[in-house]
């Protein structure tokens, strides 16, 4: 029976025979149509990519993969107009770090806490939330908090961590750190506000030889960390000077907030160093440099997965400034202006300021000024007051006010005759000049007698012509309010109530009072220096202006902008200060001579009433102008003594101007004192007078 079933299956069942032999090549085609057709997904794949896209995937990873990394470079150097160096650069150890691209803050916290075994940060910028941070970059630390916290389930990451910082804030016994873990707060603190592949400064100064040898020691265990160099500014001719030159801030500090938005948007990072104040901001782009500039290739996260770097830029040391001020004579200048004006009556004084200028270039040989507060009596150096510390002059407008009105056409030089005598107006109390208070020395005047004596009543008087009022004793004061702009726009011209476009930030206007019919008794006041207030920067343009004979000039104290030799001396000039002319003033050659002979009698006249005899005895022979503004502080009855000035007063080159407001009312001459004593400086240390003798 077996026998013939097996026959039978060999013979007889063909049928299922021939089916499984047919199953084969459907099987093998099936295959064969599948793998052509993922073939040609993966070649369109490839189409896509390499051809259509590739320059886009390319760029991708180049992008992930290679990125550039920024060094600081020292900063440019200030130097006086002799060579000195004025602001210069320290050289310190420091230790640095540099954020990779992917460095999570489980490793920051690793590489902070190692660091802070070898090296003490300052911990007073130290806040709440930087100690909560280190804390929960701990893993253990992170897991124990969120295991005591409730509610946390179904929280995402950052929620979670919003969660466990209050949690911290609530629960002072989990939020306790040790002197140590508050070092390692702070160090972490700066790690991981650094920008990636930015180097930032852990400890920027005061690194010790130790701290430096255990950090060396231990660089492989500490991703990004290293041995650097860091600058800070110093002062070889004294930091007085500071007050004029500003300040840099630090990397740690970072940006100015009142400047940060500016800054960023021209390609600034948050923890760069720059100017802060003054000639530092003003220039911060020339004095800046450019950054090192390194390519680093980079494999997996942190800075330990950079696998080639290579520099690219070295970066270049900020080109350097040539001030036209010198160091010597404004350190004398800046002595001078404080000791003599500690012998005066300054119990309710608020400072003195005084410049020295080149009439006919602008160049600034010297700006000088303290500041003192009158609560506490404490006084400190303060040079840029003198660009934006407006202050009531008194007299020494009145060459404006002379040349104002003969441009007016109310006097000329051959008819300028008027009989000085106290003004008295209706509803008004009397005006007067100092020395004819009473009307008992009324005295006839020209113009240039006039600015001899110092004259308010002559200037009040072509101020009442010029607004067309015929003055009688007793009458009401009839003019229009234009009197004010008709003296302010001649006043401008001069450079007083106008910045002066020196090449510093924050240069004041000066202060402009009210021009109401209610208060047009004021443009009286206005005519002899008592209403408006103007810089000292502002007088010393108007008396240049009068110097050199009716140009505005602009001042400047950057004289030139100078590149860096190899050897760190000053390199080529890239660029050098042209004196500028802002305005000229139309006034005939006749019109000139009246306001500078009258400057000139006011040291050398014969009249009993000049004002600047005290000044007779400087050599070259000086031309001037003095002031007396009377003033308050609080119900103090207090006064201001200014001057400008020029010498030789036949041949000008150069001009000083000064102003101490708040005196007492005690008639000291601490002006003419320390105008004597600059002049006699500058001839010393500046220019020659054997030239003017």
Known sequence: MKFSKRIRNMFGNTKKRRSSQSEIPFRLNFLMWTAGILLLILAARLFYMQVLNGATYTAEVNRSEVSTQTGSVQRGAIYDSTGKVLVGNEAHQAITYTKGEDDTSTEIYKTAKTLSKYVSVSKTKLTKRNKADYLLADTKKYKEITAKMSGTSGLSDDALYTKALKYLYSHPDDFTLTNKQKNGAMIYADMSGAYSLSTTYIKETGVTSTEIAQVGEHLSEMSGVAIGTSWTRNYPQGDAIQSLTGTVSTQKSGLPSDKVNTLLSEGYSRNDSVGQSYLESEYQATLAGSKSQTEVSSSGSGTSSITKAVEKYSGKKGDNLVL????????????????????????????????????????????????????????????????????????????????????????????????????????????????????????????????????????????????????????????????????????????????????????????????????????????????????VMQIAQYASTIANGGYRMKPYVVQQIRGTKSNGSLGKVESTTQPTILGSINATAAEWKVVKQGMYQVVHGTNTYKTGGALSSISPSVAAKTGTAETFYGTAETETLSLISYAPYDDPQVVVALAIPGLGTSGASINTTMAKQIYEAYWKDVQSDSDYK
């Open 324 to 535: 036209t001020i010198n160091a010597k004579f404004q350190n004398e200048v800046q002595d001078i202006v404080k000791t003599v004006y500690q012998t005066g009556d300054i119990s309710d004084s608020t400072g003195a300021y005084a410049v020295v200028m080149n009439p006919n270039t602008g160049a600034i040989y010297a700006m000088a000024g303290v500041d003192r507060d009158v609560d506490t009596g404490k006084i400190t150096d303060d040079q840029i007051g003198s660009i934006n510390h407006p202050i009531t002059m008194g007299s020494v407008v009145k060459g404006a006010t002379v040349l104002g009105a003969m441009m007016d056409g109310v006097i000329s030089p051959t008819n300028d005759t008027l009989t000085d005598q106290p003004i008295k107006l209706a509803g008004t109390a009397s005006k007067a000049s100092w020395f004819n208070k009473s009307g008992s020395a009324n005295i006839t005047l020209d113009a240039s007698d006039a600015l001899e004596v110092s004259s308010n009543s002559y200037m009040m008087q072509l101020a009442m012509k010029e607004g067309g009022f015929t003055y009688s004793s007793g009458a009401g004061l009839d003019m229009p309010t234009s009197i004010f702009s008709k003296l302010r726009g001649y006043f401008n011209q001069f450079g007083l109530g106008v910045k002066t476009g020196i090449d510093l930030p924050g240069e004041s206007t000066g202060y402009t009072g009210v021009a109401s019919q209610a208060e047009i008794g004021k443009a009286l006041d206005l005519s002899y220096g008592n209403y408006d207030a103007y810089t």
